[in-house]
């Protein structure tokens, strides 16, 4: 993101800091200066995505290097991601793509964890917004906004902004007042960076602002709520016994990765120089917010001294 931009999406955050979880935070930080000391940061790894291995469509130079060493030195890891606009094959395509060699059960993304709270009965008719509602992993009877039944649903899950709009909120919204229904949200980040500067409204940037009568309405899943990171520490506990007071959460957005991470008892680490704070010192953002992270690294250059 550019550095309005970080600055805007920083703000809004700030702006509904009360209906994110409460964590008590260290007092300073440990830099990061050496892959020694980066190593001996956690016995487990929790990756977030985008900004992290990813900015848009291309890989961050050596994320791959990363992922390799952390294979290398038998530190187990889970890419913990917010994203839910498409079912998790498509994100592990992806990846491979991008030249990453992640298995399926590598990934752990919240529209993953949504299907295991949300019960596909308690509604006889879902709205669904979505980038496309046939790509559902569940069958659902489901309608999307361009059915005319679509205000008329029981309940809604909101999965993907790629074909929402203002003039579409505000028309959902106001049936919303008329009759409260609840609302699944797989992903509640603001924004997220997507490379060139630009950076997308995500269905953060719809909901999480919203009156205190539609807020209750709602339910989240995804950074920094507690249902993802849950999943990813019973995971964790079962298939690496490794506790959660060991685990690193690595990410690059203060108000998902680190203090949802921090909330649910996490280690945390903030990456500066490629998502959230590209271009930007990141200091005057912890210092105004209060979220400071365990650790801080500047970037993936410190550790294999390119
Ligand atoms: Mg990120």
Request: proline fraction near 5%.
């Amino acid at each position: 993101m550019n550095s309005l931009q970080t600055h805007a999406a920083f703000a809004h955050y700030e702006k509904i800091r009360h209906r994110l979880p409460q964590a008590h935070f260290p007092t300073s930080s440990t830099r990061i200066d050496s892959l020694n000391t980066f190593l001996h940061s956690g016995d487990g790894f929790f990756l977030d995505a985008f900004g992290i291995l990813n900015v848009g469509a291309h890989a961050i130079p050596l994320a791959k290097e990363l992922i390799a060493t952390l294979r290398k030195h038998q530190k187990p890891f889970f890419i913990v991601s917010n994203s839910a606009s498409v079912p998790k094959e498509v994100l592990v395509n992806f990846f491979r793509e991008l030249g990453f060699d992640f298995t399926a059960l590598e990934i752990i993304t919240s529209r993953e964890v949504l299907w295991h709270h949300l019960l596909p009965n308690s509604a006889s008719q879902w709205g669904v917004i979505a980038q496309n509602t046939t790509l559902l992993e569940h069958p659902l009877p489901c309608v999307d906004h361009e059915d005319e039944r679509f205000l008329h649903s029981d309940a809604f899950l909101f999965l993907s902004t790629t074909t929402w709009d203002e003039a579409l909120h505000v028309k959902w919204k106001a049936s919303l007042h008329v009759k409260p229904k609840t609302i699944w949200i797989a992903n509640p980040d603001i924004t997220a960076p997507r490379g060139n500067h630009c950076f997308s409204k995500e269905p953060g940037f719809y909901t999480l602002n919203e009156e205190d009568h539609l807020f209750e309405q709602m339910r989240f899943i995804g950074k920094p709520f507690d249902a993802i990171f849950q999943y990813a520490i019973q995971r964790a506990h079962d298939e690496w016994q490794i506790s959660k007071e060991r685990i690193v959460m690595m990410g690059d957005t203060l108000h998902t990765d680190i203090l949802g991470a921090c909330a649910a008892g996490l280690q945390t680490l903030l990456v500066e120089e490629y998502g959230f704070f590209a271009g930007l010192d990141p200091t005057p953002f912890i210092e105004q917010s209060g979220i400071t992270p365990q650790f801080r690294l500047k970037n993936y250059q410190t550790l294999f001294n390119h």
